[in-house]
Each structure stands twice: as C-alpha cells, then as structure tokens.
C-alpha cells in the first residue's frame, strides 16, 4: 500500500504501548526518503496482550480475569489496521502535516512581530500602573497573557475547524485506497478501545474537538460503505 502511493517507506515498527495505556494509536515519523511507521500492540487484534490468554498456574489468575479476557476482544484485524495506515498516509499524501508546520511557523513570527511593536508602548504599561518603568517581563505577560488572548481564541478555533478538515480529507483518501468499508468498522471499535463516546452536540464539539465526532466520519463513509 506504501508502494502505491509512493510512500518511502523503510520500516514498521510495534510498540508495547499496552504497557503504559490501552490507548490504540498508529502514526509514522522520518525525514525524506526514510520514514517509518509505529503500531501499538493495542490496536493489533493479535497482538493485543487483552487478548491474550493467560497462562495456566499464573499466581493471581482468577475467574474474574479469565471472563474478562474471554469476553472482551481488543484491536482491529489486519484489514482494518492497513485502513487506518491508509488514512495516516492520507495525512503525508496531502501534506497536512507540512501545512501545520508551516501554519505553526507563520504564527510565531506574527506574534514575536507583534511583541517587538507592542513592547516599546508607554500606554501599554501605563494602564497596568507602570508609569515610570517598562519591565520586559511584565510587558511579556500583559502581551502574550492580555492582549493575545482574544487571539489565541480565534486561531485555536480556526486551527480547530482545519484539523476537521484533514481528518475527514484522510478519510476520504482512505476511501480511495478502496478501505472505506474497514475504515468504517475500524472507527467503531477504535472508538470502544478508546473509550470514546460517539454522540456529541455539535457546536460544543466543532469548538473544541480536534477530530470530528465519530457518527459524522461515519456518514461520510457510509455511502461508499454501501456501494
């Protein structure tokens, strides 16, 4: 799948993140011609030490933990997991992660700008009863604390609206790697791994949420899913 669509791709790595959290996560990292990708055990059916029976004679085994692991399955099956690979790779193949830098950088300048003009204004300082003296670092707090306030808000929000966007784009990609049906089921378990609850309002979400909520990944995907 790397190959198809001419990801550089030198090696997959699976992390024991089962250790630390029963979070499910894939992403991938490298420069240039040398990438990689990293799968939790968690997300991976087999893998998953959840699924895992215990072995006889352990010291502390008891009916309650075999029910448990009997019950509960953890993880997607390798289909699901290339359908979730699809749609990070949808990320590198429609360079969100180079757009975010860049936005990243963009807003840096604009605010390091912004302090060097605001930093050298008496009435700035005036108004928070500094009338003699200018204190870089109390002009550091009223700018970055006071006045970029309203601000943050705003790009928070927009970065927020953008992060939708990438995400049900990814998606998209996936559904174009022919993956939308088991991206659709691996969404679903995802979400119950991790807990998630899939119905949320819309204007509380479209605040705050960085992924959009689960039932509207899933409408975009549905209609493909039926095809």
């Not at 429609?94 to 975010?100: A, E, I, Q």
């Not at 970065?159 to 939708?164: A, C, D, E, K, P």
């Not at 991790?194 to 209609?223: C, T």
């Amino acid at each position: 799948m790397a190959k198809s669509i001419d990801f550089p791709l030198t090696k997959v790595y699976v992390v024991e993140g089962s250790k630390r959290s029963s979070h499910s996560n894939a992403y991938f990292y490298g420069f240039f011609k040398n990438k990689r990708i990293v799968l939790f055990d968690t997300l991976l059916e087999d893998y998953s030490a959840l699924n895992k029976e215990p072995a006889e004679g352990e010291e502390g085994e008891n009916e309650e933990t075999k029910s448990k692991t009997k019950n509960k399955k953890q993880g997607c099956k390798n289909e699901e997991v290339l359908a979730v690979l699809g749609h990070e790779l949808g990320h590198w193949k429609l360079g969100h992660t180079v757009k975010n830098i860049i936005i990243s950088q963009m807003n840096s300048f604009l605010c390091f700008f912004l302090f060097a003009v605001l930093i050298g204004q008496k009435e700035l300082f005036a108004a928070f009863g500094f009338y003699d003296t200018q204190p870089t670092l109390i002009g550091l707090m009223i700018i970055f604390q006071f006045i970029f306030s309203p601000y943050n808000e705003v790009l928070s929000f927009c970065l927020t609206v953008l992060s939708r966007r990438f995400e049900f784009q990814a998606d998209a990609f996936a559904k174009e790697l022919g993956k939308a049906k088991d991206l659709y089921s691996a969404l679903i378990k995802l979400n119950k791994d991790n807990l998630g609850f899939p119905v949320s309002d819309w204007i509380f979400s479209m605040w705050h949420y960085s992924h959009p909520p689960l039932l509207e990944r899933l409408q975009a995907l549905k209609n493909t899913k039926e095809e």
